[in-house]
């Protein structure tokens, strides 16, 4: 499989913090990409990121890639209760459009 | 707004039974893709489709079928549903080129 490892599996931050989440994957890969899924809903799209870059903003979003170490981290910065939510990454695979995911981060932010 | 369409938000079917699971875009996307949610194991790809009449298999295809009659939609059949097959199903679609998928809401399915 290609799926792809969240780290940690659950964190816990207070509002206004920055929550950073990690993913690990094993194969080569042409884009990674990260999501949200709030409580027993669909995911959203978040931020692509092409290997051949490095780093990516999206509002207070960061995401990082690092490819000779296969990871990625995603950074939200000043946190909110509404960030609250499990954020997966997705990674692709060599040939094909399909993404493979992981099992997630659970974040909570505390008000 | 650009959508993914999934018929059901909870489904109950029993044992043995033939279930069909519909998804239907809006967006004129090539790709469509079905995958299951479970706990612990993330979600993981049964089948996906690059275009009508199209099929790939996934990670776990085993007990499923697909079907892609017109571009918008993309079928998911448990042939005989089984109780392992309870689940979170969750359909996606997407462009041709590398973009973000649109996911529908997902179906809940119980099978007893």
């Known amino acids: 499989s290609q799926q792809g490892e969240e780290d940690p599996q659950a964190l816990s931050i207070q509002e206004g913090e920055n929550a950073t989440m990690n993913c690990s994957y094993k194969?080569?890969?042409?884009?990674l990409q990260w999501y949200r899924q709030n409580s027993g809903r669909g995911l959203v799209h978040l931020i692509l990121i092409r290997s051949n870059e490095r780093e990516k903003h999206s509002g207070r979003l960061r995401v990082t890639l690092d490819t000779s170490k296969k990871s990625s981290s995603l950074l939200i910065t000043a946190s909110r209760a509404a960030d609250t939510a499990s954020y997966f990454c997705?990674?692709?695979?060599?040939?094909?459009?399909?993404?493979?995911f992981g099992t997630g981060t659970s974040l909570t932010v505390i008000p | 707004d650009v959508k993914v369409t999934q018929s059901s938000r909870y489904l109950v079917k029993r044992t043995g039974e033939k279930v069909f699971l519909e998804c239907v875009q809006d967006m004129d996307h090539e790709n469509m893709f079905w995958y299951r949610q479970d706990p612990g194991l993330g979600l993981r790809l049964i089948y996906f489709?690059?275009?009508?009449?199209?099929?790939e298999k996934g990670d776990i295809p085993e007990g499923y079928s697909v079907s892609r009659e017109k571009k918008e939609r993309f079928s998911l059949i448990l042939e005989s549903a089984s109780t392992n097959q309870t689940s979170m199903y969750l359909c996606a679609s997407s462009l041709v080129s590398p973009q973000g998928y649109t996911f529908g809401s997902g179906t809940r399915l119980t099978v007893v």
């Open positions: 997705a990674t692709d695979a060599s040939t094909g459009n399909q993404f493979y």
């Open positions: 489709s690059y275009d009508v009449k199209m099929k």
């Open positions: 194969t080569s890969i042409n884009n």
